[in-house]
């Protein structure tokens, strides 16, 4: 007995070492005691960092929060969304119009957030439809998709959407040459036929509201991925190029042929001279413009009819070639503005061109012949330096604020940070695994936040629970505060994560949207007190004015609809307070529920098949007697004389 | 070293034991609930004492003389943002308006339009009120100090 009480207390004292050593375990490594501690927002506190992160293939935008991770939404965008009524109720519908009709599917790159003085400003954020070219812009201060626009003569539209320092404009590359205007041609007769347009969409400052501004028609390369100039090269985009070969089949094998392809350096300050200068051409094209009003709650699509183009070859000084190996992918610059970074994704080495040495050059004409008219830079006459032997497969990189880049190794599962100036290597980590993008906040910026870095991965294979054939998406995140990268974090994303935008949050909550004022709610179909809740018919066409608030709608008994009738629910959320949306939905409605935030009014269309009494009810837990939110419609044969009525509790 | 380590399992749970027992603050809590109203009618016998919790503090009164320029933007306060779950003298969603002054203090009426969610936690008669009107939560429509000062003032038109 002795003995076991002897053993109980070694055993126990044991126990409690353990536990001690846990605690006081070091700072670094990842084993090491504190790390999760590092990532872990405490339940009911804030992230110091929102990040918007590309849905990629899913068409979306997800805001999670750093350093946790946590996802907190996904605004949809360019896909349908039923959940939100995103394209399923009628005034978000015309968002999804493109030339082609109505589109319920897109593919989303490269978010990017609006800046003052080179310095992120936290108003909007810009994402990319890849697959039919179109460019969006998102409110902060809702975290809604408030416009949307096409944009002709482009296709595969890769290298977009990066902002300029002051958001003069949104500017979006191709990825595919096509026929320019499109026309009924031979594949083979690619070279020289084939062109890329780069479009510069102009940004209202005070409503945000876009104008395509003009477009150059470079030649037909493949323009992959572009950043802004910033401070001293204020004025300039810098686009990477693949496929200068200009094959148009078999590109794995046919558009690396070159050791070295290009970056573009487009002189925009130059391109705004030779629009005030009329030296541009009308060209006829179709593109639609989708605007969301804020005021009337209702999304109008508008088709354009001509745009603006710019040909290189007759306006000299407005683009310059550098010199890049190979097939470049990223194509970053750095927070002074005077390095652009060209990642050769099948060379070993970056290469860093100046753009001190890329004036001096332009300014002495040393050139390596053209490319269709444009000037070819000597390779040697504007580099500055080269990131040797970093690794394999070089992607994309971003800077801190002390003067490094960080580069993703696509191949080699790695990011590598090395100091902008002498070139060197000083740290790499592994990713886990196939690292694409990566994004400090304030990335794109003279101003970047260089706590963290996110790594976005292509693969994940064991690094989460299976869930059958398809895995999670995942991203990670790095504490870069320190001498040495550590890995904090492993969090799953929505979709395939491209790029990300990122800043602090403190840039974003003060302005948040928390209802919409009933009185400056000018929805025509807006219903704002319960004594205007009617129905009205016109012809087949059923207008149903209807209000909700915690807990019941307004009208709740609705009689003398017909077979055949189109009935419009036009739902206005009375509430006028913070985080108390409702919804609705119709039994047998072809189209998803409502989510009506407060003071908003929001539109679904039924048109009942069946003779019989339909109920419909609130989708959105909003109260305690959430579950007694309901209503009925009773529907009558089509030659029935009963006439329309309505009530709420018999009145 | 083993006679401490000891000592902190024993510490440890004589730390645990003390949370288990009732302070001073927890009776005093539980004899002040005591006294609390048990039901509405108890509890609007009481209304003069009841001035709410939140911006409005008791000394707060109202003129004899109604204000019927006021009263009139009021109405339309009202109209805009109560209606749907008052109706000015039948119980629809929440109580009637219609002489809320014979039967709740100004104070209480400009309290729980202004803070009601705190109200029907903490103010003894709008808790029962939550309890008699089916657990129906009152919205904050998020009206200013001075529009519910209007709607007060309309209610004295009813």
Sequence with gaps: ????????????????????????????????????????????????????????????????????????????????????????????????????????????????????????????????????????????????????????????????????????????????????????????????????????????????????????????????????????????????????????????????????????????????????????????????????????????????????????????????????????????????????????????????????????AIENEKFDGDAYGIPII???????????????????????????????????????????????????????????????????????????????????????????????????????????????????????PHYAAGCPADLIKPNQMKFYPLEENNHPYATKTEADARVERDGNEVHIYMTTIRSHFAPDNIEGIKVGDKVYFHVTNLEQDYDVPHGISMIGANTSELLIMPGQTETFVWEPKQVGVWPFYCTDFCSALHQEMQGYVRVSPRSSNIGLSWSLDGE | MRLNTLGLIIGVLLLFSCGGGQSKIDQIKEQSKMAEPTSLEEAEAKWKDYYGVGPITSSFSVPDEVDQELAATGKQIYDLKCTACHKADKRFIGPAPKDILTRRTPAWVMNMILNPEEMVLKDPLAKQLLIAYNGSPMANQNLTEEEARAVLEYFRTL
């Design chain 1, 1 to 360: 007995m002795k003995s076991h009480i002897k053993y109980l207390t070694i055993f126990t004292i044991a126990v409690l070492m353990a536990f001690s050593c846990g605690q006081t375990g070091g700072t670094s490594g990842a084993l090491g005691g504190d790390l999760a501690s590092r990532s872990f927002v405490p339940p009911g506190e804030h992230d110091e960092f929102y990040a918007f992160i590309s849905g990629g293939f899913s068409g979306q935008l997800a805001i999670h929060g750093l350093p946790s991770g946590r996802l907190f939404k996904v605004i949809p965008v360019f896909s349908v969304d039923a959940e939100k009524a995103y394209g399923f109720n009628e005034e978000t519908k015309p968002m999804l119009e493109t030339s082609y009709g109505s589109i319920p599917w897109d593919d989303s790159h490269h978010p990017d957030l609006s800046q003052t003085n080179g310095e992120v400003d936290g108003r909007w954020c810009f994402i990319n439809a890849n697959n039919t070219p179109r460019i969006a812009r998102i409110s902060l201060s809702t975290f809604e998709t408030e416009e949307i626009i096409e944009l002709p003569n482009s296709a595969g539209n890769h290298s977009s959407s990066f902002v300029t320092e002051n958001t003069e404009y949104v500017v979006a590359g191709t990825r595919f040459g096509v026929p320019f205007p499109q026309r009924d041609i031979s594949i083979d007769d690619y070279k020289g036929n084939f062109k890329g347009a780069i479009s510069f969409i102009s940004v209202d400052q005070e409503t945000g509201r876009f104008n395509l501004e003009f477009q150059i028609m470079m030649p037909g390369f493949d323009y992959d991925l572009a950043h802004p100039g910033r401070a001293a090269s204020h004025g300039w985009m810098f686009f990477s190029t693949y496929n200068t070969e200009e094959a148009n089949t078999l590109l794995e094998v046919n558009a690396s042929q070159n050791d070295k392809d290009f970056i573009a350096a487009i002189n925009w300050k130059k391109a705004e001279e030779y629009i005030a200068q009329g030296n541009f051409t009308e060209m006829p094209s179709r593109y639609a413009h989708n605007v969301w009003d804020e005021s009337t709650q209702m999304a109008t699509s508008t088709m354009k009819t001509s745009v603006r183009v710019l040909d290189p070859e007759k306006c000299p000084g407005l683009v310059y070639f550098l010199p890049t190996p190979k097939s470049p992918h990223g194509c970053d610059v750095d927070p002074t503005g005077e390095y652009i970074i060209g990642s050769g994704k099948l060379a070993a080495a970056m290469t860093a061109h100046s753009f001190t040495k890329m004036l001096d």
């Design chain 1, 378 to 496: 000597n390779y040697d006459d504007v580099v500055a330096g080269v990131v040797q032997q970093a690794g394999l497969g070089p992607l994309h990189t971003e800077f801190d604020d002390k003067g490094h880049g960080y580069t993703t190794f696509f191949i080699s599962s790695e990011v590598v940070k090395w100091k902008v100036g002498t070139w060197e290597v000083v740290d790499r980590q592994p990713t886990y695994y196939s690292v694409g993008h990566l994004m400090i906040p304030g990335g794109n910026s003279q101003k970047p936040f260089g706590k963290y870095v996110v790594a976005m991965n292509k693969i994940t294979k064991d690094r989460y629970l299976p869930t059958g054939p398809e895995l999670c998406q995942s991203a990670q995140l790095y504490d870069i505060s320190g001498e040495k990268m550590e890995l904090l974090l492993d969090f799953p994303t929505v979709g395939e």
